[in-house]
């Protein structure tokens, strides 16, 4: 695979045309097209149903930690699939092993029920 | 493997010490804990064990780069209850925090295989992004977590897409088989693999604050609580050298023509930014990031080197450089309590207040900026030398150049506490658990500064 | 005991630590147990390797601790050797150094940096035994420029006396000259060589044929070293100088220990030195001249400190010749039974002026052997031990330096013989001056008169004892004795085949000593005659002077001569470079650099703006960078 540098001109000549084509298309629409912005075309569009407000309202935080709580135990319940379909195979040397990551996951439960990260009020 | 087991669980018995209302001795079950690990650690010397199904290797380098981030660890957190525990209600959660990220260090310098590496930056980057926004009410603790996490996250990805061309280049992540892949296809450009490498490349220079990576680093510096500001600047660095230079010079060693001249370019921007910058910075901590940006350029050098000599150069240079800055940002974080701020005029007349500390003072920043009979010194000479025997010379001599600007702004502090009046006069009190430890450090650095025989060759 | 060899320099080194610290905080009584007992204890240390060695038959030992410096092939043990020349070394200056520690005691007691002396005292201990024990020429090294730095910090002890700092001052550009020298062969030989380990390189050397130019070249460097260290002509000038620091100081530092390191050296570097004829020939004939000179000019001088510098440089000068004849048992027989006697003798004129309050010119002395006599008794033995009368020590060494100069050339042998009798009468003359004849001092200080004390009497009369039997280690065949020493040094310079025969006929050896022992009592009437008066001659003053007398009493001009062609040039040549050099073209450059660098370092400040997005955006400008740079640079490679 002996390769010169004018072997790579051609993917010169394809990188300004890609370059060009996106530059032309962007810039050419934004002068060709007609303009034509209304209050109602402005509006941010949801399911057709009016917007109601601002949407930068604050939230309570204990919504994301709940929720933040439940991605993290949610997500490492994933790795019980796997771990099922190999039972038997894995054997005892398996079961110790997930044994210990279910602990190492009880222990995280444990701090965050004892913390209070759940309590609502 | 004992030190990661070891590390682990006292990082989740210290995670309970305030649910469990032990939270007084956690401090002291971290030390501890940390100890065990250090002797655990220094067990595996010359044993070259390997562990988890070949994805690590024990060998001398690694103990050695651990032994030296779990002895900076250990002496941060007596640093960090004497000075912050009374006051700080999450005690237990930092420590445990700061014990995982070890743990992530112990990885980082350990690992044989690129999913390792890669679990082991984010378990010490993930700690990090957590450590520096410990002071949930400062605003500039908060930007300095954020900033630090958004850019991590970013770099994170160059880091992992790096990994995935190097996996699709050679169908493996064991850095024993993509070695001997690259041994044997050294001869002709193989571009899949070198992308992967710079992409690699471009994520742990992230982590080292290497120019035009750093820009994270004087803003995370400065915002981020001044010790959790020295684990960074020591642990961290150190950690993530380890790791680069071990990955470069294990696999990417048979290519080093491709990307040589890279490092080259980045070490030099790297000293000369982080030199040139520090210059106007007033205040200490900004000056120190700095500081650490440039020690990473002169680090870079090592990693050029063709052979052994490397490695033990950057291993001594971790050390001095580590034990100097750690003792600099303890200095800083004491000056800054005293007198409420972190600018270079907080040092003014130190020698009145305190003639030890301001002795510790000159002698850290002599070492830092590398002047015989220090730590320092050695450091540099032996990263130079190891960069001029594999040809760098005029690296070397740009190296040198900065080392003489450094000397100009680690001497504004030394002038201030000897030579300026203090504005106040109260007399600086360290409880000796500080001083001992502080001095400590001090004399290592002299000793190893007279003979650099000390430590070991790996 | 041998396995401890370590702690012999960590002791003093441990004691110097606690003086250096605590000084201040400490009772002087507590300074002066830690840095006696610290010497004490290395002594102890020492002898006990000294009976082990003797039963071991003196095979060298070598210890290495550890790799003290590695850089690319280079690497540095910290390492000690210890073999019969290292042990007697050890056996000096520990020894010497206890009595010389003991008696400091007495002698700065009202001095209020006690405390600072010990301190320093045991730094120079240290220094000295590293020198003498380390196993290579960089710990070597170390310890010569150690025992440098001390010798400095102790003739400018009383730091506020400008003229002591200035005396100071030149001990140690003079001995710089010298180092620099030492570092020069010191390279040559890492550079032939490939290491600087004493035994590697002896036995590597073998393989040189006798007047190899490079081992010439090194050996000549190395002597220039030991020109500066043991005050050899040209680099002598700073040694009589040096006297001004405190009375142990000259004894231990610049008579005993100190200015014999370069005979040391030179002895160590034995089979480098007997392979180069032309350098040893150059050594004799320079340690020829300054003995000669050296004694000539100790003829005139007053000052009681003076005339023994003087006496020390010219007994320097003999020992190099010994060296340069090849005779090295002779040359270290000569550097103990010196460090015996002039220890002593300074010692003594210690408590002389300590009992005259600091009174040094001996023409303001006289009749004191009344008044002080332990003084006195110990000072006579010391006198006979260095002028050489039977049996005292001085006798034999000389007479082995003055025969080995016989069988090689008469030219060494005349002027050795002449500066022997020049010896005697400086000694004599120094004898009389001091303890015959009336007091001439004022009348406070003949009311204040009064013997030291016992702290400062008892190493005296140890002294005494060594410099009266001393001699006893070799007594010459002649006389139907045996020459221990110079079996005992058999191990070390035994190996060495080049070492020339020294035989003379009995006949000679006999008469040798007849001449001399007739010429000294010839002398010693002389100078009674001259010198136990009441009045002594006309002050200097008045005195007509002949040539030779100026020229002696003003040192052959030596001091106004470097100042004339070496001093002042330099000085204008500094003066030039300062006003117009210095301060137009490197400030202006480094100025001009500075505030580049500044204006550059406010540019890239302004780079950190704190917006993460321009910081990503420089992040991908990097990347983008990188990549490109790398494809560039594949496609050229």
Redesign the interface.
Known sequence: MNST?ID?FPIVIQFFVAAGFVGITMFATHFIGPKLNTRKKLKPFESGVQSVGNARQPFAIKYFLTAILFVLFDVEVIFLYPYAVNFLELGMSGLITMLLFMGLLLCGLIYVIRSGALDWE | MNVVIALTITGILNLFGSIFSYRKITPLLSIIGLTTAIVFNSMYWNTNQSFFNHMMVVDNYAVAFGTVCMVLAACLIIFYNRFMGDNDHHLPEVLSVIVLSVDGAIVMVSYTNLLMLFLGVEILSISFYILAGLKKKDLGSNEAAI?YF??GA??TG?LLLGITLIYGATASFDLSVISEYVKLNSTS?N?LL??GV??I??GLL?KVAA???H??T??VYQGAPTIITAFFATVGKIASFGAFYRLFQMCFSPIV???S??IM??AIITMF?GN??????KNLKRMFAYSSIAHAGYMLLALLSHDY?GGNAILFYSIAYGISSMSAFIIIHIIQTQTGTDEAMGFAGLVHKNKTLAMITAISMLSLSGIPLTAGF?GK??LF?SAI?SGYVLLVCLAVINSF?GIYYYFKPVIESYFKDSITDDVIKLKSVETILLIFLSIATILLGI????VP?I | MTDLVWLVPLLPLIGFIINGLGFGKISKNTAAIIGCGSVFLSLIIVAGIFYEDLGRGGEAVQKTY???????NLSID?SLLIDRLSIVMMLIVTGVGLLIHIYSVGYMHNDVGFGKFFAYMNLFMFSMLVLVLGANYVMLFIGWEGVGLCSYLLIGFWYKNREYTAAANKAFIMNRIGDLGFLLGLFLIFKTFGTSDFQRVFSSVQSFSSGDITITLITLFLFIGAMGKSAQIPLFTWLPDAMAGPTPVSALIHAATMVTAGIYMIARSNIMYALAPSTSEFVAVVGALTALMAGFIALTQTDIKKVLAYSTVSQLGYMFVALGLTAYSSAMFHVMTHAFFKALLFLGAGSVIHALSGEQNMRKMGGLRKHLPITFITMAIATLAIVGFPPFAGFFSKDEILTAAYSHSMFLFVILSLTSVLTVLYMFRFFFLTFFGEFRGTKYQIDHIHESPKSMTLPLLILMVLSAVGGGLGIPEALGGKHFLSEYFNHVFGGNTRIQSHEVSHFFEYGLMIISMVLIILIYQFTKQRYDKKVIGKSVEELKMSLWYKLSLNKFYVDELYDKIIVKPLNGMSNFFFNSIEKKVIDGAVNGSGQT??F???M??S??S?N?G???L??V???VA??F??LI???T?
Do not use: C, H, R
Request: glycine residues 6%; aromatic residues 24%; without cysteine.
């Open positions: 540098p790579f | 900033k958004l850019m970013f770099s160059f450009t571009y070198l992308s710079l992409l490349l471009v992230f120019a035009p990576f820009f994270w004087p803003d023509n491709e990307w001249g890279v370019v980045v930014i040139i910058t520090a210059l106007q910075q000599l050695f000479f032996y030398s025997e600007i003979f650099p025989g000390l060759a | 550890f790799t003290w410096i590695t850089a690319g910290f660098v500044y550059l370092s406010s890239l400040k780079l950190q704190g993460i321009f910081y990503v420089m992040m400008i990097g990347i990188i990549l740079f790398s640079n594949t496609i490679l």
